[in-house]
């Protein structure tokens, strides 16, 4: 008798994916896209993620949101979705908070702007964010 059968005799089968599987692929690929991507453009080049701890963070953090996506238990992916937004983040609001003070600091307002990896960091986290929270609601009911 195969593992997957039931008493009644019909076979049970899990599934393997969850409503947010696709979503946390997506967010996780932005994420680990975004952190070899430049971070910060100035009119004298441009700053790479992988070039501070934040961006290796975000870079190891980012699998963790494929491995949530393929479990069936939706607990463990909101935690997946949670620790992989987590450092993203915290890399995003670092650095607006650094271009900000940069621009303070040297009177060159317009000059530094946000790179297209942190744009796309942002992205992914806002999407992990939204699936943990989609989850959870659908956890709920």
């Known amino acids: 008798m195969s593992s997957t059968s039931s008493t009644s005799g019909t076979a049970v089968r899990r599934r393997m994916f969850h ?57 463990v992916a909101i935690g997946h979705c949670l620790v992989v937004a987590a450092p993203g983040v915290l890399a995003v609001v670092w650095q607006i908070v650094q271009m900000v003070q940069v621009s303070a600091d040297t009177e060159s307002w317009g000059k530094v702007w946000p790179g297209m990896g942190l744009v796309m960091i942002a992205g992914g986290t806002v999407i992990l964010l939204r699936t943990a929270w989609r989850l959870r609601r659908a956890s709920d009911a």
């Open 19 to 75: 409503p947010g599987s696709l979503a946390m692929v997506i967010g996780g690929l932005c994420v680990m896209i975004g952190s070899v991507l430049p971070w910060i453009s100035t009119p004298l080049g441009h700053i790479p993620g992988h070039a501070s701890y934040l961006g290796w963070a975000t870079m190891a953090a980012a699998p963790l949101a494929f491995a949530g996506a393929v479990l069936p238990f939706r607990r």
